[in-house]
């Protein structure tokens, strides 16, 4: 058995009160392929902290056959601040309570500045180069000041990520059809994972304007690739942003199936020595960021849908109507419609909403007029 468990200790950040990660740790430290996978970065999304729960099984039965390659990290809770913060019974984990800020935004932002590190260091040794920008950005990040407890946090989450292949951010959209995000040039790389999850949507962005964690960790690659083009450096971290469906989608069957579906992967990438599984048939293509919709409510009131999760519809239909509680008998209801053809992929699950709050997301076929509909908040 390869086997470790790790506690690290994020301090107390008030008195009497101490927080912890736990990384589960397979194969040789350093030993590559590296697989770094974590849950539930937004603390209140558990579908994701299920898939761990049972991917920690699978890993361990392939330990104890001796099964293991590379490297595979696991974390099975990547939030203790947020599974901390309840409010009215309810469990708050997307954004911070002390600041506001949205857990998975304002990563820590390394491309630019190790690109003007690294100027004049790499060479025309393509493995050296992997070598030399996986040390400057663990530099990098190490000489940032880590103040609060969420910096802390972030620094070690980073400080394990940032030197693997894969890493893939597990998470779960409102209500919603399982999808992922990923870098349009890592689509060859994450389509099999998502035909094997049965994904309905895969959305390509380059991102550089959130900073969310998938990001932060594949986007300095690009970024040095476009800063000196004339060195070899290739995309050496593939990541995605993984939506296990909606926030009630929690069982043990949805768990286990997509932990077997990302143990699958993982052995097609070599990190499990296991018979290689068959190539399974894309579930769908990609979507460009640019093509994904996001209607707004006109103002406040109670959603009344008119279609369902996975419902293609034609611009212009309605998608729900938005009922004003103080009306009088008879008012109108306000439509709410798509712009544009595509899928409903999400829906929202709380049906009061406030002016301008999104009401689902549409994954649509060509880049919409007027721009990107998609905010880093949604
Ligand atoms: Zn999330």
Not at 54 to 64: F, N, T, V
Not at 201 to 230: C, H, M, T, Y
Not at 290 to 311: D, H, M, Q, T
């Amino acid at each position: 058995m390869s086997y470790r468990r790790e506690e690290v200790d994020l301090g107390m950040p008030s008195p009497g009160v101490r927080q912890s990660l736990v990384f589960h740790r397979y194969g040789d430290p350093g030993a590559r392929p590296k697989a770094y996978i974590q849950a539930s970065i937004h603390a209140d999304e558990i579908p994701a902290m299920m898939a761990a729960h049972h991917l920690l099984q699978l890993l361990h039965a392939a330990d104890s056959r001796g099964s293991i390659r590379g490297e595979i990290v696991l974390v099975p809770y990547a939030n203790p601040i947020g599974l901390g913060q309840w409010i009215d019974d309810r469990s708050l984990g997307r954004h911070e309570l002390r600041g506001g800020l949205n857990f998975n935004r304002s990563w820590p932002d390394l491309e630019e500045v190790a690109a003007d590190r690294l100027d004049g260091s790499l060479t025309d040794d393509e493995e050296a180069n992997v070598s030399c920008i996986r040390k400057t950005l663990l530099t990098l990040l190490d000489e940032r000041q880590n103040r609060h407890l969420l910096d802390r946090k972030r620094h070690a989450l980073l400080r394990e990520s940032l030197t693997a292949d894969y890493v893939l951010d597990v998470h779960c959209d409102d209500e919603a059809l399982l999808h992922l995000y990923t870098l349009p040039q890592h689509w060859e790389e994450i389509g099999d994972l998502a035909a094997e999850l049965g994904a309905h949507v895969v959305l390509l962005d380059e991102g550089g304007s959130i900073q969310a964690f998938d990001e932060v960790n594949s986007r300095p690659w690009l970024v040095l690739q476009r800063r000196f083009p004339k060195r070899p450096i290739p995309l050496a971290c593939v990541s995605a942003t993984v939506e296990l469906r909606g926030r009630a989608d929690v069982s043990d069957a949805l768990g286990r199936q997509d932990a077997i579906a990302i143990h699958r992967y993982l052995t097609r990438r070599r990190l499990i020595a296991d018979a290689l599984p068959d190539v399974p048939a894309l579930t769908c293509g990609p979507t460009e960021i640019e093509a994904c919709e996001v209607p707004r409510a006109p103002a406040a009131g109670i959603l009344a849908y008119k279609v369902r999760l996975g419902s293609e519809v034609e611009a212009g239909e309605v998608i729900a109507e938005l009922v004003d509680p103080y009306a009088t008998p008879g008012a109108a209801r306000l439509p709410i419609r798509a712009s544009a053809a595509g899928k409903i992929f999400t829906r929202r699950s709380d049906k009061y909403v406030l002016a301008h709050h999104p009401v689902a997301k549409i994954a649509g076929k060509t880049a919409l007029a007027g721009g990107r509909a998609y905010s880093g908040e949604d």
